[in-house]
């Protein structure tokens, strides 16, 4: 087989997200490099916490609204599908910005997922299975990250973070295993719209990386507000899937470690995040990773080869995701 041609940029971009974006735009329309971004999913990558939050802060408004003399009605439904559909559109279009964007900047596209095969070459495998080379003498890598699913059996029958955003039936009653800042806020907006919220958290408070009062703060407001937050939970053994379905029709038996049961609609994992690093080749270049798996990185956002850099998630610094 003859050797694939290798295309030559000035500044080479693996992954869309917010970062990469930025990054990009920056490289081409202030200093007019030639510019390449490749993606392997959704332009910008957009996820709409934001909006999936206004969504639930309906329910609160509604709430002050009875406060204040409205006359609002105690129990009112929510069609869960539809927002999702809008949401998803919305998603869709905010993709098609960014491309536009790119394309006014003079940045080139390309989807596909993308290896190194030599310290300043990588090569772009398209859906299609064609594969296609370019190089440059600086490449960001800003491929994000990825949810985690704990060691645990059956832990294939919840959810990640990834699978909240396909929800398209809001379950009755689920169970947040996490206690980071994603467990978090997906367990708010959940219990705010009216689902039976139980956080499962291996300490006495959640958002562990935060201020002391923040952590006490948020906790009891929470358990203020009706979320069922098990501290010094042992932990999950075995998951069971006791009935297929979405929302209500689902249903699944959390084995714990010490014995008790709990049968939930849904299970969430917010255990953690890893770096989108696996197929990168980051070995031919010579990368070096921290303790963590993440791609080390001075204050710069320099690597340690010249010329390669990384930032948002795969650096395990600022944290962009979802």
């Known amino acids: 087989m ?17 970062g990469g974006s ?27 916490k934001k909006m999936t939050w206004n969504f639930a802060s309906i329910t609160e408004a509604l709430d002050a609204g009875r406060h204040y003399g409205y006359d609002i009605p105690e129990k009112i439904s929510v069609n869960y599908r539809h927002f999702k559909e809008l949401r998803d559109a919305t998603v869709k279009r905010l993709n098609g910005i960014y ?14 997922r993308a290896r190194f095969v030599e310290p300043k070459v990588i090569e772009v495998e398209l859906p299609d299975g064609t594969k296609t080379r370019y190089t440059a003498p600086h490449i960001l890598i800003a491929t994000g990250g990825r949810p985690l699913l704990p060691p645990v059996k059956g832990a294939e029958h919840g959810i990640t973070s990834d699978g909240f955003f396909e929800i398209e039936e809001l379950p009755p009653k689920v169970a947040v295993v996490g206690a980071g800042y994603i467990a978090v806020e997906l367990a708010g907006v959940m219990a705010t719209v009216g689902v039976e919220t139980h956080m499962l958290i291996r300490g006495n408070t959640f958002l562990r990386k935060f201020d002391t009062m923040i952590q006490d703060t948020m906790t009891e407001r929470y358990e203020a507000v009706g979320v069922k937050i098990h501290k010094q939970h042992p932990g999950i053994k075995e ?69 390669i850099y990384a930032l948002g998630d795969v650096t395990g610094h600022a944290e962009l995701t979802p």
């Not at 491309?99 to 596909?112: A, K």
């Open 99 to 112: 491309e536009r964007n790119w394309g006014n900047e003079g940045i080139d596209l390309t989807h596909g």
């Open 239 to 307: 998951v069971q899937l006791l009935r297929d379905g979405k929302g209500k029709d689902k249903l699944l038996k959390l084995i714990c470690n010490d014995g008790t049961e709990m049968e939930v609609n849904e299970l969430l994992w917010a255990i953690g995040r890893a770096p989108e690093i696996e197929d990168l080749n980051l070995e031919i270049p010579g990368v070096t990773l921290n303790k963590g798996n993440h791609i080390a990185v001075d204050e710069y956002q320099n690597t340690n080869v010249e010329g």
């Open 2 to 18: 003859a050797p694939l041609d290798v295309q030559q940029y000035d500044y080479i971009v693996l992954g869309g997200g917010s």
């Open 22 to 48: 930025g990054s990009g735009r920056r490289a081409a329309g202030w200093y007019g490099a030639k510019t390449l971004i490749v993606e392997s999913g959704r332009s910008g990558a957009v996820f709409l």
